[in-house]
C-alpha cells in the first residue's frame, strides 16, 4: 500500500472514521490492527515476522531488566528498612551485579535485532567484498549469494525499538507492561514507511490516551497532507526527470560542466520535496489522528554549516546517533581517560574537542552507512563525518580567522556566503548517495569542474534532456515558491496553520487549489513511480 494510492486514501479515511466512531478506550486497538493491515499489506506475512520478532523480543528483554532494577532496588529498600547500613563496597557490589545482569539483556537485544538488520540489509554485501578479498587473495571461488527480503521500514523500527531499550537499561522510563500497546509504538503505520524515528516518550502515551474530533487538527492536518503531495508529485518527480537523465547517461551523452552541476543542484531538491513531502504526508495523516509526530525536516537549506545542516535534516535519525552513538563514547571512562591524555599532549583546547570530534565522525559514518549496502554509502558517510567532526575541531580556529579579519559573522552577506558554502558542499556530498557508484561519483566531480559552458543556458540543449521549457519554467517557480514557504517556516509563520485558520469560503478555494495544483501540474504516467519514496528504499 503505497502513500499516493487510492488504496491509501480509502485505508486512512475507513481508519479516521471508525477510530472516531469506536469508545475512546479502544482507539489504540483500531490503531494497532489499522498498522498491522498496512504492514501485511506493503511487505507481505514475511515481512510482518521479522517485525513481531523484534516487537517480542525487546518487550521481553525491557521488562528483564526493568525487573532486575526493581530486585536491585528492593535489596537497597530491605536494608534500609531493616535497618542495615551497608558499607560503599556492598552497595557497589549489589550495583554492579545488577548493571551485569542488565547488561546481559540489553545486548541480546541489540545483537539479535541489529543482528537482523544487518544480515537482511547488509548481508549480500558482506558476502560480496568476502568474495572479492578470497578471490583477490587466490583463496577460492564464488560465494553464493543468498536472497533476503527486506522488510518495510526494518532500518526505522530498530532503531525506535532499540533506542526505546537503551532507555529502558538506562532507567529513563519504566517499560511497557502492555505488550499490545508497545507493538503498536513499534508498527504504528504513518511512520513505519521513512520515520520519523520516535521516541517511546514522546509516542507512547499519545497511542494509548483517548483522541477527541478536533476540527483545527484535522484541518491543519489535512493541508499538511496536500503540501506533501504537491511537493513529492509537482517539484520531486519533475526535477527527477533530468537529473535521472544526466545521472544515468553523464558518461555515455558526455554531459559536464553546468549540465552535471545543476543536475547535482536538482537532486538537492528533489530528494528534499521527495523525503520532507513523503514526511509531510505522514505527519498529516497523523495529526487528523490527534497523534503528533516528531519534527524531521527544519529548513535544512538554511543552514550555515554541514553540522546545522544534519540538524535540520532527518533530525529524528542525527537525535538517534547523538543520544545512542555521540554521547556513549564521549562520556565513556575510556574518553575520559583519552581526553586527560590529549590535554597533556595537546594542550587544553585540542584535548578537550579531541574525543567529541571522534565520536561525531564514528555517528556520521554510521549515518551514511545506514543509507545502503554499498560502498559509495561509506564514502558518503566518510565525506559528511570530515565536514561535520571537522568543525568541532577547528571551530575555534574560525572563531580567531573572523576575528583577524573583521568578519562580522551577524551580517547578512557573510550568512548567505555560509548558506551557499554549506549547499555547496552537501551538493558535493550528495553525488556519493545518487551516483551509481563511488568511483561514478568522482568522475562526475570531475567533469562538473572539466567545463566553463555557460552557454548551456542559452543554446536550448537543457531541454533535449526531459523537460522542455514549460516544465523548466513550472519547476523552477515552484522551488522558488517551495523555498519561500521555507523562509516563512524559518521566520515562525506556519502557513498551513493560518490557511486552517481562514474562513470556510477561502479556506475551500486554497484546499480546492492546492488539490487541483497536484493533479494539473503533477507528473504521472509510463516511467514515473509516485508512489516510490527515496528514503523509502533506506
Not at 504492514?39 to 510482518?48: A, D, N, S
Not at 477527541?212 to 503540501?227: K, N
Not at 536550448?460 to 517556516?489: A, E, P
Request: glycine share 8%.
Amino acid at each position: 500500500m503505497t502513500l499516493f494510492s487510492l488504496t491509501f486514501f480509502i485505508f486512512l479515511l475507513l481508519t479516521i472514521l471508525i477510530y472516531y466512531i469506536v469508545p475512546k478506550k479502544m482507539q489504540w486497538a483500531v490503531l494497532l490492527i489499522a498498522s498491522y493491515v498496512f504492514y501485511c499489506y506493503g511487505t507481505g506475512w514475511k515481512g510482518v515476522v521479522f517485525i513481531l520478532v523484534t516487537t517480542i523480543t525487546t518487550y521481553l528483554a525491557a521488562r528483564k531488566i526493568e525487573k532486575i532494577q526493581l530486585v536491585y532496588q528492593g535489596k537497597l529498600d530491605e536494608a534500609k528498612a531493616a535497618g542495615k547500613k551497608l558499607t560503599p563496597d556492598e552497595k557497589n557490589g549489589l550495583k554492579n551485579e545488577s548493571l551485569k545482569q542488565k547488561r546481559v539483556y540489553l545486548i541480546a537485544g541489540l545483537l539479535i535485532n541489529f543482528g537482523i538488520l544487518i544480515v537482511l540489509k547488509y548481508g549480500n554485501f558482506v558476502i560480496d567484498n568476502i568474495d572479492a578479498v578470497m578471490t583477490a587473495l587466490g583463496m577460492g571461488g564464488k560465494i553464493p549469494e543468498t536472497s533476503f527480503i527486506l522488510p518495510l521500514g526494518i532500518s526505522f523500527y530498530t532503531f525506535i525499538t532499540m533506542g526505546y531499550l537503551i532507555d529502558i537499561y538506562r532507567g529513563k522510563y519504566a517499560a511497557d507492561h502492555k505488550f499490545f500497546h508497545f507493538a503498536l509504538f513499534t508498527a504504528y503505520f504513518p511512520q513505519i514507511i521513512q520515520g520519523p524515528i520516535g521516541r517511546y516518550n514522546d509516542m507512547a502515551k499519545q497511542l494509548e490516551e483517548p483522541h477527541y474530533w478536533d476540527d483545527f487538527g484535522f484541518r491543519t492536518g489535512f493541508m499538511r497532507l496536500l503540501w506533501g503531495y504537491f511537493k513529492k508529485m509537482v517539484i520531486a518527480e519533475r526535477a527527477g526527470i533530468f537529473v535521472n537523465e544526466v545521472f544515468s547517461n553523464y558518461d555515455s551523452a558526455g554531459y559536464k560542466g553546468f549540465v552535471i552541476f545543476i543536475a547535482a543542484l536538482l537532486y538537492g531538491f528533489q530528494i528534499y520535496a521527495d523525503f520532507s513531502g513523503g514526511m509531510d504526508i505522514v505527519f498529516g495523516a497523523s495529526d487528523m489522528l490527534g497523534i503528533h509526530l516528531t519534527e524531521n525536516f527544519r529548513q535544512p537549506y538554511f543552514a550555515k554549516s554541514v553540522s546545522e545542516f544534519w540538524q535540520r535534516w532527518h533530525m529524528t535519525l542525527g537525535g538517534w546517533m547523538k543520544d545512542y552513538v555521540f554521547y556513549p563514547i564521549c562520556l565513556s571512562k575510556r574518553a575520559a581517560r583519552a581526553q586527560k591524555s590529549l590535554k597533556k599532549k595537546f594542550g587544553n583546547h585540542y584535548g578537550r574537542v579531541l574525543v567529541p570530534t571522534f565520536a561525531s565522525f564514528i555517528a556520521f559514518l554510521i549515518v551514511g552507512i545506514w543509507h545502503g549496502a554499498e560502498w559509495k554509502y561509506v564514502v558518503y558517510g566518510i565525506f559528511m563525518a570530515t565536514f561535520v567532526s571537522s568543525n568541532t575541531l577547528f571551530e575555534q580556529l574560525y572563531i580567531d580567522i573572523r576575528a583577524k579579519l573583521k568578519i562580522d559573522d551577524k551580517s547578512f552577506w557573510y550568512s548567505a556566503f555560509q548558506i551557499l558554502r554549506t549547499t555547496m558542499i552537501v551538493l558535493i556530498g550528495r553525488f556519493f548517495s545518487r551516483g551509481t557508484s563511488a568511483m561514478d561519483a568522482v568522475r562526475m566531480i570531475r567533469a562538473m569542474f572539466s567545463s566553463f559552458n555557460l552557454w548551456v543556458f542559452s543554446d536550448n540543449s537543457l531541454l533535449n534532456m526531459g523537460l522542455d521549457q514549460k516544465n523548466w519554467n513550472l519547476l523552477i517557480v515552484m522551488i522558488v515558491f517551495l523555498m519561500v514557504v521555507d523562509y516563512f517556516n524559518e521566520k515562525g509563520v506556519v502557513i498551513r496553520n493560518r490557511i486552517a485558520g481562514m474562513v470556510f469560503p477561502a479556506r475551500w478555494i486554497v484546499y480546492y487549489a492546492a488539490i487541483f495544483a497536484v493533479l494539473i501540474f503533477g507528473i504521472y504516467g509510463a516511467g514515473y513511480d509516485a508512489s516510490s519514496f527515496i528514503y523509502q528504499n533506506f
